[in-house]
């Protein structure tokens, strides 16, 4: 099936397109109704994000705080036109999201945190722009991570982006308060 094959009378595709888009195969997320495909990001991006759900998990998992979500699981965010955004690690707090939940689509909750590893493919303007738009959509923390340049960036609505090197340690602020990591560990060594 072809993707204009799918496409409403407004031209515009829906979650429940993306969702049998994916069963077909492709890599996608959707933003106001519009396609946007994505590609594998490499070693490099998967090990970051890798370590960062690591370290998130050693800390969420036994205090039963909630549930990770990696893999690009898919948030809906709006509808009429749809958008569902793909983030490389989302933590639902168990107020929001039952820890016993089995939803088989798109989470319809918005993340209380939400980490983007930066896509060779992505402009740092990009990465800012999507973590606009998590924070405008109700995540109120979000992790920007950088692996060209070893940096990070926290954004929190109603604050200044703070940058990050990997001689710095990463907290969890009110969402994870506790939680730390140093980013030296993420970025390996």
């Not at 370590?51 to 036994?62: S, T």
Request: hydrophobic share 45%; net charge negative.
């Amino acid at each position: 099936m072809a993707i204009t094959d799918i496409t409403s009378e407004t031209g515009l595709l829906t979650a429940d397109d993306l969702m049998r888009l994916h069963g077909e195969g492709v890599r996608a997320e959707l933003i106001r109704g519009v396609l946007h495909e994505t590609m594998p990001a490499g070693v490099r991006h998967g090990k970051i994000a890798a370590k960062l759900l690591l370290q998130l998990g050693y800390f969420v998992e036994p205090r039963k705080l909630g549930t990770l979500l990696t893999a690009d699981p898919g948030v809906w965010l709006e509808r009429d036109p749809d958008t569902v955004r793909a983030p490389d690690i989302a933590f639902l707090a168990e107020s929001t999201m039952a820890l016993n939940a089995d939803i088989p689509g798109f989470a319809e909750v918005v993340p209380e945190l939400v980490v983007e590893v930066r896509s060779p493919s992505d402009s740092r303007r990009e990465a800012r722009d999507k973590a606009r738009m998590w924070n405008d959509h109700g995540v109120r923390l979000v992790w920007v991570v950088h692996p060209d340049t070893r940096t990070l960036d926290v954004h929190q609505p109603g604050q200044a982006v703070l940058t990050l090197t990997a001689d710095d340690t990463l907290d969890g602020a009110d969402v994870l308060a506790g939680f730390t990591c140093t980013l030296a560990d993420i970025f390996g060594g």
